[in-house]
């Protein structure tokens, strides 16, 4: 039974640091110029269901905007998921990627002028028990499947960032403090907006989750 009792104080242990994000996350992906980023809050889709002990599941998220000279302008939402742990069996048997026994934060941005929860179905931005996203066929892969696009079937693509949707995810254990977390977080994420170029958007020891994805045939 202290197996039980250790797992559930660690449990309340990363809760806990993890709620103190909303308050932190600003400061830490503080904005470029050219950018600027409201505060964070929680979404309505921070608990899977009222009867369920423990969250699973949660997001926080913050609207991002093009700086103008007379007003911002708001150009998509910026979320952080926090995946402690996936209960969805795949509807595809796949091979279990690496990271499917691992809590992660996602970065997700979904381009848009009026982005709210109703936009975004949460299923599309969690992973299945063996690591694959739940939606696996409507995502293409770039920067070698740490970055992956959500793409409707149809859908018209642009190979502006800022006007796509996509996302990548980090292992927890790959941030143990600040500098990490702006590191394998923060500095992706604005380099993804600020479209650099293929390739140098994530750092060559990056932790980020890798998904073996159809490669994109846009850049």
């Known amino acids: 039974m202290s197996n039980v009792y250790n797992s559930f104080a660690n449990v309340v242990k990363i809760t806990s640091e993890l709620s103190t994000l909303q308050q932190s996350a600003r400061d830490l992906f503080q904005a470029p110029e050219g950018y600027g980023l409201s505060s964070f809050a929680w979404t309505p889709h921070e608990k899977s269901a009222e009867h369920e002990w423990v969250c699973i599941w949660a997001a926080i998220g913050a609207t991002v905007f093009a700086e103008g000279e007379k007003k911002n302008k708001p150009i998509g939402r910026l979320l952080l998921c926090m995946d402690l742990f996936r ?45 694959w996203p739940v939606v696996a066929d409507l995502f293409v892969a770039h920067e070698g499947g740490r970055l992956i696009q959500y793409l409707e079937p149809g859908e018209q693509d642009n190979t502006d960032w800022t006007k796509r949707a996509w996302l990548f995810a980090v292992p927890l254990s790959a941030m143990p403090d600040r500098d990490h977390f702006r590191k394998e977080l923060v500095d992706p994420f604005w380099s993804t907006m600020k479209n650099k170029s293929p390739g140098t958007i994530f750092s060559e020891s990056s932790a980020a989750c890798r998904f073996p994805l159809a490669r994109s045939s846009v850049g």
Not at 92 to 98: C, D, G, K
Not at 110 to 127: C, E, H, M, R
């Open 87 to 131: 209960q969805t069996a795949p509807a595809v048997v796949r091979t279990a990627l690496p990271h499917s026994t691992e809590s992660f934060l996602t970065c997700v941005f979904i381009a848009g002028n009026n982005v709210t929860d109703k936009t975004y179905d949460p299923a599309s931005l969690q992973f299945t028990t063996d690591g």
